[in-house]
């Protein structure tokens, strides 16, 4: 096992190693805190928003902070590590080779995570992760903006440092005799992410340079006092960040497919249109930046074509419900705790892609943007698709870290809980929307039907939370202490789990 | 693809593609109508700083945080900042427009009933961000 909790080994032995599975585990473990750090800042968030007045976060400025560490991490360092995590553990085997193409590169891409995330946390800025100029140049405070600034270009070398590594495993290493379209869609779906990145990331960390150099006063590219043009950081922003929002969404689709047709005891319905959407989705992801911009003075020419591009990346999403869909048509599915997680997160993206379309009619933007709803939504593929697909992953790939067996029924409680939950507080966040609440605000005036809608969030924030505390005692109760599990076919589906017989770890 | 067949995945996707259009032709249609500033709109220069509005009527008069406006007239609102970035947003109306430093960003609307609304910033833009409000008020002369 590689937690070998019978037969432990140092922790330093798995800190310094560079075998995947180590590097998996260290990613695992680092994206899991994030997620509890990120999630508790959510439900202080959710707390103060329960009433209008200051109540238990007080002032403007640390709530301020608060959302913007609170997105930050849970995007950066929770989502992405994961990604990683899976990746690590998988890509490998699933291209049968002995590790990753550059095991040290891959321990350094690691390692560059926890100095970065520190300089989030400890910085704690105020900027929104959009970090907008001229704000970000002129307003806000010193010494957190720039280590918010840093952090992230550490992360974004990191990551560009883990696409790397994945493309040419994939590409290169792949056994001689598996052709590409041999290899499994989870792997594809580390291929097509990565490709995005290496094209999206550079463009954020000149954006980044930019900023910080702008607020050094050397440059003004963004800074209209000395002739820039804000609306320039937007476009690097976005073109960079609406093609990440697939990065992130992307892998947790890889994952599903892991998992639903081995629970549904069937192949998937089509391979093809899996990889077909998945290179779509990359290649379309990058059609659509502005339509986070259509209240920034765009002209309607500019609009038109941006809708049009965002309106193209849904078929391809849909192939992959429809995939899915078909998957369990008529199956013998077995609803264990992952197959849970992902036919919710399913339900949840097809919401999430319903609300997109809303949001991309260029008319219909105006009444949503930077709402509530604009929350409710990202939330839905953030939390409901991603952090769902992402945790159903986690508890199918328990018996492979741990070599034991998670307790069922607290996953399945943690599952119905969390899906409550989430669409408690997600739906409600649209309708908010609607009502004209706005997003970021502190505090808000005391209309009947913002209170109500806020409790009903507040409330279910409260369910997620009380969910991840019997997922955390699951977690670190099973891998101690949980029955053996059957390592040839822990889940009792058919067909062969992976570990530990394709991959050993050398310092076993 | 395996030995299935695929026809009802290609009118899925044909469905899909469909409504795409739809929706998009839709939109296209209502932004087109909607960006059409109508003659003779009387100008009102919005701007935005941390953290309030102030209003510029066309005879030079001056609001700070109210808006007052008549019914039945239609305005282009000319919407600037003199700090970082706001958003003018008028929710009943459907009024939404960013305010950015070093431009000039119009939007207009025509009242309808007198009344009094909201007025709010929808962008952050630092520390008061929450409390960047106003009011808009409709006014009927012949009333
Ligand atoms: C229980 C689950 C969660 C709750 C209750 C929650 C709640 C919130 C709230 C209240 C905000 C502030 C919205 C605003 O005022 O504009 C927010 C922002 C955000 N959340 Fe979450 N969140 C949750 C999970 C997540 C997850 C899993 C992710 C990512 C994986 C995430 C990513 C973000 C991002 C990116 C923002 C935007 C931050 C910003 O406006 O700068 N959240 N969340
Ligand atoms: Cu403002
Ligand atoms: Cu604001």
Redesign the interface.
């Known amino acids: 096992m590689v937690l070998e909790l019978q037969k432990p080994r140092p922790i330093w032995q798995i800190m310094f190693s560079t075998h995947h599975t180590d590097v998996g585990l260290l990613y695992l473990i680092t994206s899991l805190g994030f997620l509890f750090l990120g999630g508790a800042l959510a439900l202080a968030i959710r707390a103060e928003l329960f009433l209008p007045g200051a109540q238990i976060i007080g002032d403007?400025?640390t709530f301020?902070r608060i959302f913007t560490v609170h997105g930050t991490t849970l995007i950066f360092l929770f989502i992405i590590p994961f990604a990683s995590s899976v990746g690590n553990y998988y890509v490998p085997i699933m291209v049968r080779y002995k590790d990753m193409a550059y095991p040290k590169l891959n321990a350094i891409a690691f390692w560059m995570i926890p100095p970065g995330g520190a300089l989030i946390w400890l910085g704690f800025a105020?900027?929104?992760w959009?970090a907008?100029p001229?704000?970000s140049i002129?307003?806000a405070p010193g010494p957190a903006a720039d280590m918010w600034i840093f952090g992230l270009k550490i992360l974004g070398i990191s990551s560009v440092l883990g696409a790397i590594n994945f493309i040419v495993t994939i590409l290169k290493c792949k056994h001689p005799d598996m052709s590409i379209g041999q290899v499994p869609l989870l792997a594809w779906s580390f291929l097509s992410s990565s490709l995005i990145i290496l094209v999206a990331i550079p463009t954020f960390a000149a954006a980044l340079l930019m900023l910080l150099t702008d607020r050094l006063g050397v440059s003004g590219f963004f800074n209209?006092?000395m002739g820039g043009?804000?609306?320039a950081y937007a476009h690097l922003f976005w073109f960079t960040f609406h093609p990440e929002v697939y990065v992130l969404v992307i892998p947790a689709i890889g994952m599903m497919y892991e998992i639903i047709p081995r629970f549904s005891r069937k192949?998937i319905?089509?391979?093809?249109?899996g990889v077909f959407a998945f290179v779509l989705l990359s290649i379309v992801g990058f059609s659509s930046w502005a339509h986070h911009m259509y209240?920034?003075?765009m002209s309607?020419t500019e609009?038109?074509v941006f809708?049009?591009g965002t309106?193209?990346a849904?078929?391809a999403s849909?192939?992959h419900v429809?995939n899915f869909v078909?998957t369990m048509w008529n199956a013998r599915i077995k609803f264990l705790t992952p197959m849970m997680w992902s036919v919710g997160g399913i339900a949840l993206f097809f919401s999430a892609g319903a609300g997109g379309?809303a949001n991309?009619?260029?008319?219909?933007d105006?009444?949503t943007?930077?709402?509530y709803w604009v929350v409710g939504h990202f939330h839905l593929f953030v939390m409901g698709t991603i952090a769902f697909g992402s945790i159903g992953f986690l508890y199918y790939m328990f018996p492979y870290v741990t070599g034991r067996m998670y307790n069922e029924t607290m996953g399945k409680i943690h599952f119905i809980m969390s899906f409550v939950g989430t669409v408690l507080v997600f739906f409600t966040q649209h309708v908010l929307g609607l009502?004209?609440m706005?997003?970021?605000?502190?505090?808000?005036?005391p209309i009947p039907e913002w209170i109500a809608m806020n409790q009903i969030a507040t409330v279910g924030a409260m369910i997620i939370g009380v969910s991840m505390a019997i997922f955390l005692a699951n977690m670190i109760y099973s891998s101690g202490k949980g029955k053996p599990a059957n390592t040839e076919d822990p889940f009792g589906v058919g067909g062969k789990y992976y570990y530990p017989f394709e991959a050993k770890n050398p310092s076993h | 693809m395996g030995g299935h067949s695929n026809w009802p995945e290609w009118i899925y996707i044909g469905v899909v593609v469909a409504l795409m259009v739809w929706v998009g032709a839709e939109a296209w249609e209502a932004e087109r109508l909607v960006e059409h500033v109508p003659e003779g709109a009387e100008t009102i220069i919005v701007t935005g700083q941390q953290w309030f509005w102030t209003f510029e009527h066309e005879d030079g008069t001056k609001e700070i945080g109210e808006l007052h406006v008549e019914v039945g007239k239609a305005y282009k609102l000319e919407i600037v900042s003199k700090d970082v970035n706001h958003s003018f947003n008028i929710h009943d109306y459907v009024v939404l427009m960013d305010a950015i430093p070093g431009r000039v960003n119009t939007v207009w609307f025509a009242p309808t009933d007198a009344g009094e609304h909201d007025i709010q910033c929808r962008e952050y833009c630092g520390l008061i961000h929450y409390n960047m409000r106003g009011k808009l008020i409709v006014e009927d002369p012949t009333a």
Not at chain 1, 269 to 273: A, I, Q, R, T
Not at chain 1, 360 to 364: E, I, Q, V
Not at chain 1, 438 to 445: G, L, N, Q, S
């Open positions: 403007a400025m301020n105020d900027f929104t959009y907008t001229p704000y002129i307003s209209p006092a043009d804000p609306i192949p319905y089509s391979y093809n249109s209240a920034t003075g309607f609009k038109t809708m049009v309106l193209a849904v078929p849909a192939m429809f078909a379309v991309a009619a260029m008319p219909l105006f009444t943007h930077d709402t009502y004209g706005p997003r970021r605000i502190f505090d808000y005036p």
